[in-house]
């Protein structure tokens, strides 16, 4: 799915937080957004996302406006995750089962995702309770269960240790390759965005900009 910003103006009382004329996320590929601190990266995931919709201008899912059909399609992955206070299998299971998929199919599916992703072991334990990297596995094994067309990532990888950040990236790879879904990734990481990313957007002061100079050395250009 297609998604297409146009004349996009965001405004936190009467500061100006994102200011894009035209911005395109294309179909089925993986697009990283880096800057620093406070260029409106955030703002403009939970822009697309549907979760702030006070803003100016146009943002368009394969030509469509958000509506119920698109929002069912899509998932947002929060820096810092949200899960429910039940076990880890249930809260896997939660997007499936609120979209009436039948009992066996749920049960194949999560234990499939748990193996996937390396945390099997977790399957029974309170998610509340979980480290702050397992936490993150979870809400991303949670975000891929009913494979979204539209994955939002906000720094996906910020929680987990080093040894296994190379493997997360290739879960991201993977999925994208095997769902053919629109991904799209806050980082602050420009090599993880070299890495992984078909595309990348640099954001600063809300706008678009063209990378500096520390940006251009990490990808060599």
């Known amino acids: 799915m297609q998604i297409s910003i146009r004349n996009l103006k965001k405004f936190y009382n009467d500061k100006l937080i994102l200011d894009i004329e035209h911005l395109n996320f294309p179909n089925g590929k993986i697009t990283g957004l880096v800057g620093p601190n406070g260029a409106g990266k955030s703002t403009l995931l939970n822009i697309i996302s549907g979760l702030d919709q006070r803003y100016s201008g146009s943002v368009r899912y394969d030509n469509k406006n958000l509506d119920e059909d698109v929002l069912k399609k899509m998932t947002l992955v929060f ?7 039940r076990s880890v299998y249930e809260n896997i ?4 089962k609120i979209r009436g998929i039948p009992k066996s199919q749920r049960e194949k599916e999560v234990e499939d995702i748990l193996k996937k992703l390396g945390i099997a072991e977790l399957r029974n334990k309170k998610a509340h309770l979980l480290s702050g990297g397992e936490s993150q596995k979870v809400a991303f094994a949670r975000a891929l269960i009913f494979k979204p067309q539209i994955l939002l990532l906000d720094e996906p990888a910020s929680n987990i240790d080093s040894d296994t950040v190379e493997d997360f990236e290739r879960q991201i790879i993977n999925f994208n390759r095997e769902i053919g879904a629109t991904v799209v990734m806050i980082t602050h990481n420009t090599r993880q965005a070299k890495r992984i990313c078909d595309k990348v957007i640099y954001l600063k002061n809300g706008r678009v900009d063209r990378p500096n100079e520390i940006f251009k050395s990490a990808f060599g250009e």
């Open 93 to 96: 299971e939660y997007p499936l």
């Open 79 to 85: 820096q810092k995750s949200y899960l429910l206070r």
